[in-house]
């Protein structure tokens, strides 16, 4: 059997990943940097384990030599990403990521001919950003092949884990980001905003920096592309100041202590709300003369989405399924690839919107 290393098993997500692929037998080698985290884990689900930093890349790829695949759940992924593809790299071993960063994305996709080189894939964005909105936007440009703007977006109540909170805060100096003309442009957090019917009636929304702006440009070939969540109000409040306070948030001090904060605040939804969640994904296609299609997708709990996605792509990489270099989801399995995931019931098509 290929061999499956989680690394970040012991987070949030990590967790619950490391919990499902054991459900489907898939035995994955738990890893990451706190030893004593991993004895325990392994301990607990009958696993192996491997603690190890990633300061030296040139160890890390020693740790890697009889894996398969790398399905890195250590975020941010700004500070492990770029430090596991290069180990990946250096011994040959496939990398999946879950990321929703930005310039983490557009790094990776960077050392694709080196991976292509050296027969390995690079797979961010396995997750509840990308894998939903990149299949959606490669349907609405099935849809409108024409297509030159893509919005896409997504809705759910879901707070966010901890790890999702300190992302946030780690690239909070970047304000928000859209596609511009094939280019990445900055702009302001919330620099948008909208009213959008996600499939459950209208609600407010603004434009956040999800990795889709990168993923569902490099699937469709499409030049412009913004990307919105539901934003109530007191959110959408928080954005707009957030472009006067950003300089002071991003200050280390004050960035650790929103961090410290969100430790103590919360340690991610339980399995209760997990089962109750629903992720609602909505995408517009519109071309040169204005007209427009607009496509909607359901899936269940963000973090059960997430889970999903990242060991459905991992089960692919695994079978050898997909090729060297930088992938994306729709771009590599087709825009169905999503409906085989987590009770995706089909692409809801607007058929006058
Ligand atoms: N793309 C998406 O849609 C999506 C969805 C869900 C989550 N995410 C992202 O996934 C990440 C994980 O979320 P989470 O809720 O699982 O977070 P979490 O509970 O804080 O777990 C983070 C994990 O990463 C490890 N880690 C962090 N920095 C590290 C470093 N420099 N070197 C080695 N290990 C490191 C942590 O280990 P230590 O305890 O040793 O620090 C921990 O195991 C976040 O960045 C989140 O934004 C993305």
């Not at 825009?335 to 919107?353: H, S």
Request: glycine share 10%; charged share 25%; hydrophobic share 40%.
């Amino acid at each position: 059997m290929a061999t499956l290393l989680i690394y970040g098993s012991y987070g949030y997500n990590g967790r619950l990943i490391a919990e499902e692929a054991t459900q489907r037998g898939l035995e994955p080698i738990l890893a990451g940097r706190d030893r004593e985290a991993l004895v325990e884990q392994a301990a607990d689900l009958g696993l192996e384990h491997r603690a190890f930093g990633l300061s030296d890349p040139g160890a890390a790829a020693e740790e890697l030599a009889d894996v398969d695949v790398v399905l890195n759940c250590a975020g941010p992924f700004s500070n492990t990403a770029d430090e596991l593809v290069e180990a990946c790299i250096e011994s040959g071993t496939d990398y999946v990521d879950i990321t929703g960063e930005i310039p983490v994305i557009e790094r990776v996709k960077r050392r694709s001919d080196d991976a292509e080189e050296a027969e390995v894939t690079l797979f961010p964005a396995a997750a509840l950003s990308s894998v939903p909105m990149d299949c959606l936007a490669a349907h609405l440009v099935e849809r409108m092949p024409d297509a030159t703007d893509l919005a896409l977006g997504a809705e759910t109540f879901r707070p966010p884990s901890v790890g999702s909170i300190t992302t946030l805060f780690e690239g909070l100096e970047d304000g928000g980001a859209i596609r511009n003309e094939g280019r990445l442009e900055h702009v302001p957090a919330g620099w948008k905003s909208r009213r959008i019917d996600f499939g459950r009636g209208i609600r407010p929304a603004v434009t956040m920096p999800l990795g889709d702006v990168s993923t569902a440009h490099y699937t469709t070939g499409v030049s412009n592309v913004e990307v919105y969540v539901f934003a109530p109000p007191p959110s959408r409040l928080a954005l707009k100041a957030h472009r006067y306070v950003a300089p002071l948030l991003a200050t280390g001090p004050v960035r650790e202590g929103l961090k410290r904060l969100a430790q103590v605040l919360r340690e991610g939804p339980s399995k209760r709300a997990r089962e109750r969640g629903t992720t609602y994904f909505w995408g517009e296609a519109t071309d040169d003369e204005g007209e427009r299609v607009v496509s909607r997708l359901r899936m269940s709990d963000p973090y059960v989405v997430t889970g999903a996605c990242a060991l459905a792509v991992a089960q692919r990489v695994l079978d050898g399924e997909v090729g060297s270099g930088y992938r994306t989801p729709a771009g590599e399995f087709g825009p169905e690839f999503v409906l085989g995931i987590d009770e995706a019931e089909g692409f809801f098509d607007e058929a006058t919107p």
